[in-house]
């Protein structure tokens, strides 16, 4: 059998070089996105735990975790990674079957989500499901897309195991991340060339489902009474809501400034968490808002940028899909804040806290900067590449 290396043999001068622009984009993120969770969080971390740093410094725990991932998808041979991937699937399902197993598992609110890990830390098992999920996808994709008669392509695996993933989130009592992810592979096999004629059917079957999920629980009904009604319930489902708002609108065009009183009083409960954006909104005004959302359409312009003219065709749907998936994260949690959707529990991408999700977040960005160095179609397009072919029985090849 052949040898491998952590590298590929060939010269220095035939590598292609990672997108600098968008791993800047990354890092100004993460650097923006802890500094905010610092400053509005501190006054609340002292008041509840006496130490103003708590919330920062499991972030940034969190973060340097992330940063190891990061570096790991970001040179790791692409082929390792598909190779490795049916075990990466069987982890995820093994986490999702551990939120069920009491002292494994944490609860909160009724629901369990979090697996607990060393140090006081927990992990959120949706978040592992929506790295796996695209790269199963973009991996399944890869080889439909090689058979060239559109006809014979078959999908049903991929809606198969699709439906398995996010109908394990689903029963998590995580309702709002099982139905972005199912939006969202939709929206994935369609972009990617592969037949969506299924989601006639399936699409009917899911919205009955999530219907069902959606009037279980009266606290998602709660919350879909106080979206239509935002003048209403103002000390109870719209609190947080039209808290969210006055900071919003307090931050005028300059902000309030960094370390004010105002921003420091904390009037958002929980703002460390998914409304942690009008926090940085209140410090920082609309100029601030227009900053963020400048380096966000930075960062997805130079991912999808990436994704389009990396030649290597996994590694190209799965960069998309991750952009795709974080942008889509952002913007959501942004319009949830602002009132324009109804609350999701869908965190903001390196800004909320939540170890699972900016660890997660991380190692996308770190597959991405991957890709950005994918630059001959031969690279990891097949298995067969890995090998040489040494003789043919039959015509059935054989490789070593």
Known sequence: ?????FFADRPVDQYRKSDVGFSVAVILLLG???FTLYFCSQSYAARIFDDSFYFIRRQAVCAVVGLVGFFVLAFLPVSTIRRILPMLTLVTVVFCIMTFIPGLSVEKNGARRWIKMPFNFTLQSSEVVKFTVILY???YF???AAISVIEDRNVAKAVGMMLFLIGMVLVQKDFSTSAFLFTFCCFFFWCCGMKIRWIW????????GFAYFLLSEEYRIERIISFLNPHERLDSGNYQSMAAKRAISAGGFWGAGIG???VQSNRIPEVQADYIFASWAEAMGLGGVICYFTLLGFFIWRGVKIAVSCKNRFAAFASFGFVVIIALQSLINCAVVCGALPSTGIP???FSLGGSSIIISLCMCGFVVNASRCDTEEDYNSFENDFVEIESIDGVKVYE
């Open 348 to 350: 903001l991408p390196f």
């Open 260 to 262: 004010s009183k105002l």
């Open 142 to 144: 890869d080889k439909q």
């Open 1 to 5: 059998m052949g040898s491998y290396s």
């Open 201 to 208: 059917f399936v699409g009917i079957i899911a919205l009955l």
């Open 137 to 139: 996808l973009a991996n």
């Open 32 to 34: 923006f996105g802890l």
